[in-house]
Each structure stands twice: as structure tokens, then as C-alpha cells.
């Protein structure tokens, strides 16, 4: 395996791996609604941040599906992801931004229904001052990989 996919995070994996019903064997007819997510802690993003994985594994070169609740006031410093990346907005405003260095000033509020499409490897940021829903989707493996190392919760 090379490096990339292996820095994907041991917690994000178990949950991604782990959801019961919502995240089952790719190819299945599925309907799932908001309330039978199962939320858990995702420490590849950081303390307070949650991951509902709809569909995966993330691990794996499959179609994946998931949703990142962050927290108000919640920094995502620059990283990059080895897959390509679809980020909707569903509640609250992701102020967003291509870029390796952390700049506020820099990202433009992506408000419910926004869409950011992200190539493999392009460094991105941002935050919330409201909690906020994204869902990501796109071909695994799913991964990130901070810019600076020093600022991977992981690592904390």
C-alpha cells in the first residue's frame, strides 16, 4: 500500500467500517433518512467533528458517500485528499478556500445546496462560525493528509 492511502486515519476507518446499516456492501438498494445516520467522532478532522458514513468503505477504490457535522467556530487547516472530492453544503455556511496557506480572507461562504469539486492532491481550507453539514462523495480511498503536519489532530 502506498503512503497516501495508508495515512488514512485508524478512527475514521473503524467508523467507516463499522456503521451498521447505513454503510453495507456497495451496490445495494438503499433509502436511508437523516434520522437513521449513526454519528460518530472522527479524529482525522479533529475533536468535535462527526462522520456519518452512508456509503463505503472509505478504505477501499469504491464510490463512497458520507457527511461531516463540524461544529460552530470549527478550523479545518490546509490538507489534500488523494481522491477526487464533492463537498454540498446541507446546513449552515462552509467558508471555504483552495489554497496551502490557512487565510480567511481567502474563502468564499458556501451556503445550503453549494457545491466544491476538489482534483486529487489540490490543498484546501476552511471553517464554520455555525454548525454545518457537508456531504462528501467521489472513489475511494478516502484520505487526508495535512499540509502541515504539526496541525493533524491526529497527532495532538
Not at 474563502?107 to 454545518?132: D, H, K, Q, S
Not at 480511498?141 to 504539526?150: F, H, K, L, R, S
Amino acid at each position: 500500500m502506498n503512503s497516501l492511502p495508508s495515512m488514512l486515519a485508524v478512527g475514521l476507518l473503524t467508523t467507516a467500517l463499522a456503521t451498521g446499516a447505513a454503510a453495507q456492501a456497495h451496490g445495494e438498494h438503499r433509502m436511508i433518512g437523516p434520522d437513521e445516520l449513526t454519528w460518530n467522532d472522527v479524529p482525522s478532522v479533529g475533536p468535535g467533528a462527526k462522520i456519518a458514513v452512508i456509503e463505503g468503505p472509505l478504505d477501499k477504490p469504491v464510490p463512497f458517500t458520507f457527511r461531516l457535522k463540524l461544529p460552530a467556530n470549527f478550523k479545518v487547516p490546509p490538507h489534500t485528499h488523494p481522491a477526487f472530492e464533492r463537498v454540498t453544503v446541507l446546513q449552515g455556511t462552509f467558508h471555504f478556500a483552495h489554497g496551502d496557506r490557512y487565510d480567511e480572507s481567502k474563502t468564499r461562504p458556501l451556503g445550503v445546496g453549494a457545491v466544491a469539486i476538489m482534483p486529487p492532491g489540490a490543498p484546501m481550507f476552511g471553517y464554520t462560525r455555525e454548525e454545518t453539514v457537508i456531504q462528501l462523495h467521489g472513489v475511494g480511498p478516502w484520505g487526508i493528509t495535512y499540509v502541515n503536519p504539526a496541525d493533524d489532530p491526529r497527532k495532538r
